[in-house]
Protein backbone atom coordinates (compact mmCIF):
# COMPACT_ATOMS: atom_id res chain seq x y z
CA UNK A 1 0.00 0.00 0.00
CA UNK A 2 1.82 3.26 -1.22
CA UNK A 3 -0.66 5.61 1.08
CA UNK A 4 -1.65 5.33 4.74
CA UNK A 5 -5.32 4.51 4.50
CA UNK A 6 -7.34 2.39 1.31
CA UNK A 7 -9.66 5.19 0.91
CA UNK A 8 -6.53 7.41 -0.50
CA UNK A 9 -4.89 4.06 -1.95
CA UNK A 10 -7.92 3.33 -4.09
CA UNK A 11 -8.41 6.83 -5.13
CA UNK A 12 -5.02 7.24 -6.12
CA UNK A 13 -5.25 4.61 -8.92
CA UNK A 14 -7.29 4.93 -11.74
CA UNK A 15 -7.42 0.89 -12.39
CA UNK A 16 -9.40 0.61 -9.31
CA UNK A 17 -11.90 3.40 -10.04
CA UNK A 18 -12.09 1.94 -13.65
CA UNK A 19 -13.00 -1.69 -12.12
CA UNK A 20 -15.26 -0.04 -9.85
CA UNK A 21 -16.96 2.02 -12.31
CA UNK A 22 -17.58 -1.11 -14.79
CA UNK A 23 -18.83 -2.90 -11.78
CA UNK A 24 -21.46 -0.27 -10.94
CA UNK A 25 -22.34 0.24 -14.85
CA UNK A 26 -23.08 -3.49 -14.94
CA UNK A 27 -25.13 -3.88 -11.99
CA UNK A 28 -27.30 -0.42 -12.86
CA UNK A 29 -27.52 -2.02 -16.38
CA UNK A 30 -29.07 -5.00 -15.24
CA UNK A 31 -31.80 -3.04 -12.98
CA UNK A 32 -32.55 -0.77 -14.85
CA UNK A 33 -32.75 -2.92 -18.28
CA UNK A 34 -33.64 -5.86 -16.97
CA UNK A 35 -35.26 -5.53 -13.40
CA UNK A 36 -36.82 -2.01 -13.61
CA UNK A 37 -37.81 -2.59 -17.38
CA UNK A 38 -37.50 0.78 -18.00
CA UNK A 39 -39.86 2.05 -21.63
CA UNK A 40 -38.26 4.79 -22.51
CA UNK A 41 -35.15 3.47 -24.34
CA UNK A 42 -33.46 6.90 -25.67
CA UNK A 43 -33.59 7.89 -21.51
CA UNK A 44 -31.54 4.75 -21.24
CA UNK A 45 -29.27 5.53 -23.87
CA UNK A 46 -28.74 9.19 -22.57
CA UNK A 47 -27.91 7.38 -19.19
CA UNK A 48 -24.75 5.50 -20.83
CA UNK A 49 -23.84 9.02 -21.90
CA UNK A 50 -24.17 10.58 -18.49
CA UNK A 51 -22.12 7.55 -16.90
CA UNK A 52 -19.59 7.72 -19.62
CA UNK A 53 -19.17 11.45 -18.89
CA UNK A 54 -18.85 10.69 -15.51
CA UNK A 55 -15.66 8.13 -15.76
CA UNK A 56 -14.17 10.79 -17.39
CA UNK A 57 -14.33 13.04 -14.40
CA UNK A 58 -13.53 10.17 -12.00
CA UNK A 59 -10.21 9.26 -14.03
CA UNK A 60 -9.61 12.99 -13.66
CA UNK A 61 -10.04 13.02 -10.03
CA UNK A 62 -8.68 9.97 -9.67
CA UNK A 63 -4.93 11.73 -11.56
CA UNK A 64 -5.68 14.95 -9.37
CA UNK A 65 -5.56 12.91 -6.44
CA UNK A 66 -2.49 11.10 -6.97
CA UNK A 67 -0.81 14.28 -8.02
CA UNK A 68 -2.12 15.75 -4.51
CA UNK A 69 -1.21 12.33 -2.24
CA UNK A 70 2.24 12.30 -4.32
CA UNK A 71 3.23 16.01 -3.23
CA UNK A 72 2.29 15.37 0.24
CA UNK A 73 4.28 12.15 0.17
CA UNK A 74 7.46 13.67 -1.43
CA UNK A 75 7.40 16.76 1.67
CA UNK A 76 7.18 14.33 4.36
CA UNK A 77 9.28 11.61 2.83
CA UNK A 78 11.42 12.49 -0.17
CA UNK A 79 12.23 15.87 0.81
CA UNK A 80 13.84 14.82 4.68
CA UNK A 81 15.88 12.21 3.20
CA UNK A 82 17.35 13.99 0.43
CA UNK A 83 18.21 16.78 2.69
CA UNK A 84 19.63 14.01 4.93
CA UNK A 85 21.56 12.83 1.92
CA UNK A 86 23.29 15.72 0.90
CA UNK A 87 24.37 17.09 4.21
CA UNK A 88 25.76 13.41 4.82
CA UNK A 89 28.12 13.83 1.28
CA UNK A 90 28.76 17.39 2.70
CA UNK A 91 29.88 16.14 5.98
CA UNK A 92 32.36 13.22 4.17
CA UNK A 93 33.67 15.97 1.49
CA UNK A 94 34.47 18.26 4.70
CA UNK A 95 35.39 15.68 6.74
CA UNK A 96 38.81 15.01 5.01
CA UNK A 97 40.88 16.92 7.60
CA UNK A 98 42.95 13.68 8.70
CA UNK A 99 43.60 13.69 5.24
CA UNK A 100 45.39 17.04 5.17
CA UNK A 101 47.54 16.57 8.36
CA UNK A 102 51.09 17.36 7.89
CA UNK A 103 52.97 13.73 8.13
CA UNK A 104 56.75 12.73 9.25
CA UNK A 105 58.87 10.02 8.11
CA UNK A 106 59.78 7.75 10.77
CA UNK A 107 61.20 4.39 11.61
CA UNK A 108 57.89 2.99 11.41
CA UNK A 109 57.28 4.41 8.23
CA UNK A 110 56.18 2.28 5.07
CA UNK A 111 58.52 2.11 2.26
CA UNK A 112 55.75 3.79 0.40
CA UNK A 113 55.40 6.86 2.53
CA UNK A 114 56.13 9.43 0.13
CA UNK A 115 53.86 8.26 -2.05
CA UNK A 116 50.89 7.65 0.55
CA UNK A 117 51.59 11.01 2.09
CA UNK A 118 51.52 12.49 -2.37
CA UNK A 119 48.36 10.70 -2.56
CA UNK A 120 46.54 12.00 0.54
CA UNK A 121 47.53 15.33 -0.01
CA UNK A 122 46.04 15.47 -3.78
CA UNK A 123 42.76 14.01 -2.37
CA UNK A 124 42.95 16.91 0.61
CA UNK A 125 43.20 19.37 -2.28
CA UNK A 126 40.46 17.97 -4.62
CA UNK A 127 37.75 17.83 -1.22
CA UNK A 128 39.00 21.65 -0.73
CA UNK A 129 38.08 22.33 -4.29
CA UNK A 130 34.89 20.21 -4.57
CA UNK A 131 33.75 21.44 -0.83
CA UNK A 132 34.11 24.91 -1.96
CA UNK A 133 31.66 25.02 -5.08
CA UNK A 134 29.03 23.27 -3.34
CA UNK A 135 26.47 25.16 -1.05
CA UNK A 136 26.22 23.93 2.36
CA UNK A 137 22.96 23.18 2.88
CA UNK A 138 19.66 22.42 -0.01
CA UNK A 139 16.53 22.87 1.26
CA UNK A 140 13.90 24.07 -1.37
CA UNK A 141 14.61 22.52 -4.65
CA UNK A 142 17.04 19.69 -5.30
CA UNK A 143 19.09 20.27 -8.55
CA UNK A 144 20.72 17.22 -9.55
CA UNK A 145 23.99 16.44 -7.76
CA UNK A 146 26.30 17.73 -10.73
CA UNK A 147 24.92 21.02 -10.84
CA UNK A 148 25.46 21.68 -6.92
CA UNK A 149 29.11 21.77 -7.43
CA UNK A 150 29.82 17.83 -7.10
CA UNK A 151 32.33 16.24 -9.11
CA UNK A 152 34.18 12.92 -8.80
CA UNK A 153 37.52 12.82 -6.95
CA UNK A 154 39.13 11.94 -10.66
CA UNK A 155 42.29 10.41 -8.69
CA UNK A 156 42.93 7.03 -9.05
CA UNK A 157 43.38 6.33 -4.73
CA UNK A 158 45.37 3.26 -4.13
CA UNK A 159 45.78 3.74 -0.30
CA UNK A 160 43.05 5.74 1.02
CA UNK A 161 40.40 4.03 -1.23
CA UNK A 162 37.49 3.83 1.78
CA UNK A 163 37.57 7.22 1.46
CA UNK A 164 37.24 7.72 -1.42
CA UNK A 165 34.77 4.77 -2.01
CA UNK A 166 32.72 6.05 1.03
CA UNK A 167 32.29 9.47 -0.62
CA UNK A 168 31.21 8.26 -4.33
CA UNK A 169 28.52 5.71 -2.13
CA UNK A 170 27.59 8.68 -0.47
CA UNK A 171 27.11 10.61 -3.63
CA UNK A 172 25.07 7.90 -5.57
Known amino acids: MRYNTIVEDF ?14 LAVFHLVLVYWVKLNDRAWKRLDYVLLGTAVLGLLS ?7 FLSKRY ?12 YTMLR ?15 SAASPPNFDEIVQEQQALCKRAQE ?5 PA ?8 LEKTGYEPFGIEAKFETGYVQSVRK ?3
Do not use: W
Open 137 to 144: KISNSFPP
Open 91 to 105: MMIDGHTYLCLPRQR
Open 130 to 134: IATKM
Open 170 to 172: AAE
Open 11 to 24: SANPLYIFVAFALM
Open 74 to 85: LETFERPRTESA
Open 61 to 67: ASAQSDR
